[in-house]
């Protein structure tokens, strides 16, 4: 039994009828997902590959049993469909989209939480559990199933590390996107915590890039709670000019935190393994697996 | 989008927080114009967004009309880090009896709006805030509500100062948090905060930032886009198309386009460790067209010097065969002997391969971005 999503996973797909909707739509059910229902306001009524529409989710959840809501609207748009699905009570929301404005991301994470709502994203390409199922847009065909457990804040460095070791015979467990943003839902101690105990799950890479505190967060738990499985970490952007910063406000926060360098000492302190290039995570999969 | 000071302070002025009086100009006389209808001594600070301004001599006092003029003349025309200098602010000098900080940023790690002041306030409050703590309040500000509790804040503030300073300080409180939720901004910050001989607090110097991926709706905040005075052609054109481009030093000679930043920054990074210099980060985003993809090259390539690019995509959110195309009708318009290898996978991968091979341009199909790069290399080599 996979976390976070299976073969048994009920999808409700939010934005179903736009260009990115009805494609992922028709990419899921190939996926053999069971896509329940689609939503988009003032189009009920209509289906999408054979999906029925409605207007609201909670129209949508009435009719169906969702488990999960893949959420593909545009940005301006994003703040009401994701509390609808948040107040609907579905257990598992993905955000896709990206270019969230923060205080958007904010307020979507903080009802999430207030409800008990597992939230991925915003700016995710998802969650897949190779060969079971997957509420994401990642190519299904580059994904194998597996024993390796990838968390990741980028979706093409997790769509290029998982076809790197599908095409080397390693396959995945689960992958999760917990997206690039600084309000995500989903952080790296959170999913941390679920693989911790996946007893599918055997080795984990977690794939970081420059900004915000997420992987000097996850260095300290690592720490703190004696992590019990063996774990190598990428980190993008090292050669990536620094930005300029306005005013003070955000160095008294993060001081230092938030380079390539603070990420990798943070994690490498803890013990976690540096890979400093893409393929030295395929050849420290390959020894610990 | 960072605000110019005396954007940041029109934007605070229309949610009643006071402001020093005074304008900008760009002319030595409209500063002696706004010097005489003040009537009294004024500060001319330069309009940069870097925050050496002070230190490079960007902030002078006048007193005089030949003073401001003096003034004005050292200041125009100065560059400050990269930044020149096109407006000068002239207003009021005040009466400062004390300096204190208000600042509002978004905490990464609580994920949630900070609200935080202290007593001491001016150039060094970083330092206080590493070395003392104590004396800087951070207040967690709920992104779905509007009421704050302040009594942490009003505690540290002490009998010293009157009932009238704390009444001012509560109404600007409220007035920072709903300016920075209702402006969508990252940063809002009022360093120093000013009391004034006459029992006053005025926000002396503003710094704003608003969330760029909120602009759509604020268009009333009426920031004109004068960001881009600093940018070249390419940086213009990259932007007006939505691409992520930033280009990087003088020497980089290996042009780097890749979707998503993760793999954007990965591929810079691994041109560098394996001995290249990356030109530029590109990322296309999600979603992307063949124009943008046709205008992503032809800007990357526009580079003097460039000797190869290497182009990094998958079809995730985004589509091999429509990116393959706008590669494609690229090529007709850049330099022949430019070497480019494309590593390229995902949704209608097939289709995109089928393009690029009949142009004969190398892909990398199931090999790792490294390999990618090691196979640009040795082809710039001539291997």
């Known amino acids: 039994m996979a976390v976070l999503v299976n073969d048994q996973t009920k999808v409700l797909i939010q934005g179903i009828t736009g260009k990115q909707g009805s494609y992922h739509a028709e990419k899921m059910l190939e996926y053999h997902m069971e896509v329940v229902a689609g939503v988009a306001p003032g189009r009920g009524g209509q289906r999408v590959s054979g999906v029925p529409v409605y207007h609201t989710v909670q129209e949508a959840a009435a009719k169906h049993t969702v488990d999960a809501s893949l959420i593909l609207v545009p940005a301006p748009f994003i703040l009401p469909a994701a509390m609808e699905a948040i107040d609907a009570g579905i257990p598992l929301v993905v955000l896709i989209t990206e270019h969230v404005p923060v205080h958007d991301a904010m307020k979507i994470r903080n009802r999430a939480r207030e409800k008990g709502i597992r939230l991925v994203g915003p700016n995710t390409i998802g969650v897949i559990s190779p060969g079971k199922g997957k509420v994401g847009i990642m190519p299904g065909y580059i994904y194998s199933e597996g024993r390796i457990g990838i968390i990741s804040r980028s979706g093409t460095l997790t769509h290029e590390i998982s076809s790197n070791l599908t095409y080397r015979g390693f396959g995945q467990s689960t992958c999760i996107g917990i997206g690039g943003d600084l309000a995500v839902g989903m952080d790296f101690v959170e999913a941390l915590e679920i693989f911790r105990n996946d007893e599918e799950t055997d080795v984990i890479v977690m794939i970081g890039e420059i900004g915000g505190v997420g992987e000097e967060m996850a260095a300290e738990y690592i720490r703190k709670s004696g992590y019990p499985k063996p774990m190598v970490a990428y980190i993008a952007g090292l050669t990536a000019p620094e930005g300029k910063k306005m005013g003070h406000a955000g160095a008294i926060v993060s001081g230092n935190m938030g380079s390539a360098k603070s990420k990798m000492e943070a994690l490498h302190k803890s013990g976690v393994t540096i890979a400093n290039t893409l393929d030295e995570i395929l050849k420290y999969v390959e020894k610990n697996q | ?383």
Request: aromatic share 4%; glycine share 10%.
């Open chain 2, 1 to 383: 989008m960072d605000c110019f000071e005396y954007e940041g302070k029109s934007i605070f002025m229309r949610y009643g927080i006071p402001i020093p009086q005074g304008r900008i100009t760009d002319q030595q006389k409209g500063a002696v114009d706004i010097f005489n209808e003040l009537g009294k001594p004024c500060v001319l600070k330069a309009q940069v967004l870097s925050g050496k301004r002070g230190k490079a001599g960007g902030i002078k006092i006048a007193e005089t009309r030949e003073e401001v003029e003096e003034a004005f003349d050292m200041i125009s025309g100065m560059e400050i880090g990269e930044e020149k200098v096109r407006r000068i602010l002239v207003e009021e000098k005040l009466d400062i009896k004390e300096e204190f900080y208000l600042g509002m940023t978004i905490d990464p790690f609580l994920k949630a709006p900070l609200l935080m002041f202290s007593l001491e306030g001016g150039m060094d409050i970083e330092e206080l805030a590493e070395k003392h703590p104590e004396k800087l309040v951070k207040i967690k500000v709920n992104p779905n509500a509007s009421t704050v509790d302040y009594s942490e804040i009003l505690a540290k503030i002490g009998l010293e100062n009157k009932d009238k300073m704390k009444d001012q300080l509560l109404r600007m409180m409220d007035q920072l948090v709903t300016l920075f939720h209702e402006t969508d901004a990252t940063t809002a910050e009022i360093n120093p905060l000013v009391l004034t001989g006459q029992g006053e607090l005025i926000a002396a110097d503003s710094k704003l930032v608003i969330d760029d991926s909120a602009m759509f709706r604020q268009k009333d905040l009426n920031l004109e886009d004068r960001r881009d005075e600093d940018q070249d052609e390419g940086e213009k054109r990259a932007e007006a198309l939505g691409l992520a481009f930033v280009p990087l030093d003088e020497t980089g000679d290996i042009g780097t386009i890749a979707g998503g930043a993760g793999l954007a920054l990965a591929t810079m990074d691994a041109v560098r460790y394996y001995g290249g210099k990356p030109a530029n980060f590109l990322d296309v985003g999600g979603g992307v067209t063949e124009e943008q993809m046709r205008e992503a090259v032809r800007i990357v390539a526009a580079k003097k010097g460039l000797k190869a690019m290497i182009i990094n995509v998958f079809g995730g959110i985004n589509n091999c065969e429509t990116m393959a195309k706008g590669i494609d009708q690229a090529l007709d318009e850049v330099d022949k002997s430019m070497i480019l290898v494309v590593k390229m996978r995902g949704h209608s991968q097939e289709e995109g391969w089928s393009i690029l091979e009949k142009r004969g341009i190398p892909i990398v199909k199931h090999g790792t971005t490294e390999e990618a790069v090691k196979m640009l290399l040795s082809r710039i080599r001539g291997e």
